[in-house]
């Protein structure tokens, strides 16, 4: 049980173009997903919390215009690049809080997705 | 602010051999803390966690950790370590309410034939 999935698994697109990642929670309810970028041998720098049905809450320094958030569903939360360019380059890696987990804090991550901006 | 510090970048260890990963945390309250690996190009995995109770924590693949709050330090063991634990090793620290997960930097683990 709980998987989280991601798609896609790479993406390669063209500088000013916008990429959207789905993160879909696939036997459990998430009313929150959160959403990490990781640069190479780097660790895991959280960029968003998104909680199902209302906007995200963005971290410090985290353009919200440019990463566009949306948590429609219980299961399905989507991250937009927007305009990318190569300096968004990285590793997108979302989470996903079971709904019964409780103040635990447990979280259960996706694959990556690996965005590549020419 | 709740921190997580890992202060070995890069560990190599022969294989057989223990291993001991250290991390330590800043966090007011009783912190929830996690230990993640990641192989290279992919997502983490859970190896184990602290929410309460028994200091002693055991996890997947042979891994323990031991939370001890006089020393805010919640290290990560095996006793002997096999080839295919070669990967990135992340601890964490939950905060609280707000569901957040603040990552430490990691720790690399080479492991030598």
């Known amino acids: 049980g709980a998987v989280v999935s991601q798609h896609p698994s790479r993406v390669i697109c063209k500088s000013g173009t916008s990429v959207k990642i789905e993160c879909r929670s696939l036997?459990?309810?998430?009313?929150?997903m959160f959403w990490y970028r990781q640069f190479p041998k780097k660790s895991l720098m959280l960029m968003a919390t998104s909680n199902e049905g209302s906007k995200a809450t963005y971290e410090q320094g985290v353009e919200k215009d440019k990463f566009l958030i949306n948590h429609a569903s219980l299961t399905l939360s989507t991250l937009t690049v927007t305009s990318a360019h190569p300096e968004d380059s990285s590793f997108y890696i979302c989470s996903a809080r079971d709904l019964l987990a409780g103040a635990r804090n447990e979280q259960f991550f996706g694959p990556g997705t690996r965005l590549t901006v020419l | 602010a709740q921190s997580v510090t890992q202060p070995d970048i890069h560990i190599t260890v022969s294989e057989g051999a223990s291993l001991e990963l250290r991390c330590n945390y800043s966090?007011?309250?009783?912190?929830?803390l996690f230990w993640y690996v990641q192989s290279p190009g992919q997502g983490l995995q859970l190896l184990l966690k602290y929410f309460s109770g028994d200091t002693l924590v055991q996890g997947i693949k042979g891994f323990e950790a031991e939370f001890k709050r006089s020393q805010s330090s919640f290290n990560l063991r095996k006793p002997s370590v096999h080839w295919s634990d070669a990967a990135e090793y992340f601890c964490a620290v939950g905060e609280g309410s707000a569901s957040k997960i603040i990552f430490g930097s990691g720790t690399r683990l080479s492991i030598r034939p």
């Open positions: 036997d459990f309810q998430a009313t929150t």
């Open positions: 966090y007011g309250a009783t912190p929830y």
